[in-house]
């Protein structure tokens, strides 16, 4: 079957559905309306999402003279993207080349198709791969600071350009603000303005800080960049119901607004049965950067309470969330030892780096396997699964699941053989739903049957298709930039 012919398949079956199950008033909530008899203010542009994505969007157009409104409905900008790990999946960049990392916009491509099992819009990575380079250059032109490059999950050689999230969401709002754009905060947009005569998406309805409605007009375009709907159990009931009772970490707004404003006005849906959570939080996880670590990535192994394996700890760990989920409890064990933990200490939290689960007594430590086992109530299995391990890095193969790299095809698996040891008990949890509205590669929001809705551009999380069957690190923080600067290019040149 074809992509477009599943996406259109998943799009009007989900619809039907939705009708449904979300119930009329919240459906309601979201249809378009007709232009009001007067409008209470006009710009060229208004951005929906006050994220990374938004802000580039509107400090792109503002700097080439377009007048935007950014509406964004909590106190402050930042929405998922001040929570993230600061990761950004950039190839081909000059701070790699002075590494001597060997990357190109085609190996990027391929690992984010392998990663998304085939299952992604290959137009729209390779959007992202042939943009990526452009948005990594203006971010260095306006000033963002890019402190490391680190390997993740799912890429073959070193490529997440770390940022600090705070700093570089400042730096985002005060290029928009200094270039002309306005940000009204507490403001969510709530409706889109259809115009049936000129057939196009002619502005929003929102209201405003003291919740009174206004209407404001977009002569050129709407952007939706609103974010995801991992806050909303109703959606995640609806599109994934193993998802409806897993935890999430995300910004505040994540409750679909935009995903639901753009289906009413005819969107198609994509990648919403593939929402999954990310391995590797402390149970009662409440921060990416403090309750997390994916130590496995590093050489650490993966066991159930049952002291075995039971993945492949070098996929994407929204697989291995998957994997996880299906276990005793619903958790595994990251088990590793002292220099597998050193590496990880080398790295930025919200990635490897222990320090903050050690902080919170996340991480049981002890002088051997056996005692390990002992102190997390854990079989004598344990020491014969550690030996297997062991002895299968050192030759290189893994007869139970495959495992032969770290990440992808990046680095080798080593023997965890150093004391002391320890054992994280991580949980999957979502922080991310990645899934949502169609578009083109040029930014431009698509019906079900993949014709372009006029004036209505969607990018970041509030869409799908980019990522398909899982996740690729820094490539959603990365693609809510690049596609913001896809879709303000789109704009100024009247796509």
């Known amino acids: 079957m074809s992509r477009s012919r599943r996406t259109f398949l998943q799009g009007a079956a989900a619809a039907s559905a939705g009708a449904i199950a979300l119930g009329s008033s919240t459906f309601a909530n979201a249809t378009p309306v007709p232009p009001p008899a007067k409008w209470d203010r006009t710009v060229d542009v ?91 250059e203006w971010l260095k032109k306006v000033g963002a600071k890019f402190t490391q490059i680190i390997s993740a999950g799912g890429s ?196 490897s780096n222990p320090s903050e689960l050690e902080k919170s007594n996340s991480i049981v430590k002890a002088d051997s396997i056996a005692e390990l086992a002992t102190k997390i109530g854990m079989p004598d299995v344990l020491q014969h699964t550690v030996n297997e391990y062991n002895a299968n890095a050192a030759k290189g193969i893994d007869p139970l699941f495959g495992r032969t790299t770290l990440t992808s095809n990046y680095g080798k698996p080593t023997e965890i053989k150093a004391a002391p040891f320890y054992a994280f008990k991580s949980v999957p949890v979502i922080v991310g739903t990645y899934a949502g509205l169609t578009i083109n590669p040029l930014a431009q929001a698509t019906d079900v049957y993949g014709d372009v809705i006029p004036a209505l551009y969607a990018i970041g999380e509030v869409t799908g298709g980019f990522h398909g069957g899982a996740y690729m690190s820094g490539s959603a923080f990365g693609k809510t930039q690049v596609f913001g600067l896809i879709a303000a290019n789109s704009i100024l040149h009247k796509a």
């Not at 377009?66 to 990761?87: D, H």
């Not at 916009?105 to 959007?127: R, S, Y």
Request: positive net charge; hydrophobic residues 40%; proline residues 4%.
């Open 156 to 351: 073959s050689v070193p490529r997440m350009h770390v940022v600090d999230p705070g700093q570089h969401l400042r730096l985002l709002r005060e290029t928009a603000l200094k270039a002309g754009a306005t940000i009204m905060d507490r403001t969510p947009a709530e409706r889109l303005v259809y115009n049936q005569a000129a057939k196009k998406i002619e502005g929003v309805m929102a209201r405003d800080r003291s919740r009174r409605p206004i209407a404001i007009k977009a002569n050129r375009a709407v952007v939706l960049a609103t974010g995801g709907y991992s806050r909303d159990k109703k959606l995640l009931a609806l599109f994934t119901p193993p998802m409806k009772n897993t935890s999430a970490i995300s910004g505040l707004g994540s409750n679909g607004d935009g995903v639901l404003m753009g289906w009413a006005a005819g969107a198609g849906l994509a990648d919403v049965a593939y929402v999954k959570a990310t391995f590797g939080f402390k149970p009662g996880a409440l921060s990416i950067a403090k309750d997390f670590a994916y130590l496995f990535y590093k050489g650490a192994m993966i066991v159930n309470q049952e002291g075995k394996r039971f993945v492949n700890e070098s996929i994407s760990y929204k697989l291995i969330g998957d994997a996880a989920a299906t276990q005793t409890g619903g958790y595994g064990y990251q088990i590793y030892d002292e220099p597998i933990r050193q590496i990880g200490l080398k790295e930025p939290l919200g990635s």
């Open 46 to 136: 208004v951005v929906a999402g006050g994220g990374a994505g938004g802000l580039l969007t509107a400090a792109v157009l503002a700097q080439n003279g377009v007048s935007v409104i950014l509406l964004e409905k909590e106190p402050t900008t930042g929405g998922s993207s001040a929570i993230c790990g600061g990761q950004i999946a950039f190839a081909d960049t000059d701070m790699q080349k002075a590494k001597g990392i060997n990357d190109s916009p085609e190996l990027l491509t391929k690992d984010l198709l392998e990663v998304g099992q085939h299952l992604n819009d290959a137009a729209l990575v390779k959007a992202y791969a042939d943009n990526q380079l452009a948005t990594y």
